[in-house]
């Protein structure tokens, strides 16, 4: 059991998610405040913070302490801040690309090095609605039965960043030779579909249903059946928290053993900004 000491813990669910006080993220961390910060993070998986005004580079640094920062290899940046993802709704609601984020996934498991976390800011948050879900992948991988445990455990999975873009989508968004070099840029990746965790040490299941194409080593209607099987199994509601935000609001999450999903169900503005840290290859 963690005592912490510089850092309030406030777990929100019973299996992921703490809100997080006593703590101002425009700040500099002493070594102690960023050592218990790491370690929630590795304890609760998603980490919430409230009322916090940062600018773009307060929110860099705290992401910094975390790793390197990633550059998204084609959602447009904020203006000035490549490193920075603006998420912005219509006046109305989700914009076109929300069905990628409506939907379970873990960001960027179509590259070869997955990022280890994300960091996202809450600008303006609808009155209501706009919720975020996450869900913990240790547990969906420790509440297989242990033959099913084994059986996955020897497979490889492959991640297309078009896996999951319906064909409508793909025919009026991209144009042919853009959408050639989209995956050029990023040609499918294969990863474990059991991974250990880097820090940890602990295994997860590591399949979602955005980016994940298939299993290499099934017939593809053997992999369609286990991938939907995997997809129940892991959104059971006993795997996930929900996160209700606020302006200034901040959600730091381990995308290494989490999933999450953006609930589209608000019809007012929402603006979000998102810092990625790189992470490493799954093994
Ligand atoms: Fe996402």
Not at 22 to 32: K, V
Not at 92 to 110: F, R, V
Not at 187 to 210: D, I, Q, S, W
Not at 256 to 272: E, F, G, K, P, W
Request: glycine residues 4%; hydrophobic residues 35%; charged residues 20%.
């Amino acid at each position: 059991m963690t005592i912490y000491k510089e850092i309030e813990v406030q777990p929100v669910a019973g299996n992921l998610g703490a809100e997080i006080h006593g703590i101002d993220l425009r700040e500099q961390l002493s070594d102690n405040i960023y050592k218990e910060v790491h370690q929630a993070l590795l304890q609760y998986l998603v980490l919430f913070f409230r009322d916090q005004d940062l600018t773009p580079e307060q929110q860099k640094d705290f992401g910094r302490y975390f790793g390197e920062l990633h550059v998204h290899p084609y959602i447009p940046a904020l203006e000035g801040h490549p490193e920075i993802i603006a998420l912005r709704s219509t006046e109305n609601g989700p914009a076109e690309m929300a069905y990628q984020s409506n939907q379970w996934h873990t960001d960027l498991t179509y590259i070869d090095e997955p990022p280890m976390g994300s960091i996202l800011w809450s600008q303006q948050s609808p009155p209501a609605g706009g919720d975020t879900m996450f869900l913990n992948l240790y547990r969906a991988f420790e509440t297989l039965s242990p033959k099913m445990q084994e059986f996955v455990s020897d497979l490889t999975a492959v991640h297309d960043i078009v896996a999951s873009m319906p064909d409508d989508f793909i025919e009026q968004s991209w144009a042919p030779n853009q959408l050639k070099r989209l995956q050029e840029i990023t040609p499918p990746v294969e990863h474990p579909v059991v991974r250990t965790h880097p820090e940890t040490g602990k295994k997860l299941l590591f399949v979602n249903a955005n980016f994940t194409s298939h299993i290499k080593e099934l017939s593809r209607p053997e992999s369609t059946a286990l991938l939907n099987h995997l997809y129940e199994h892991i959104a059971k509601p006993e795997n996930v928290c929900r996160f209700n935000w606020q302006t200034n609001s901040v959600a730091f999450w381990d995308n290494r053993c989490t999933q999450h999903y953006a609930i589209n169900d608000y019809d007012s503005l929402r603006v979000m900004h998102r810092v990625t840290m790189c992470g490493d290859k799954p093994y």
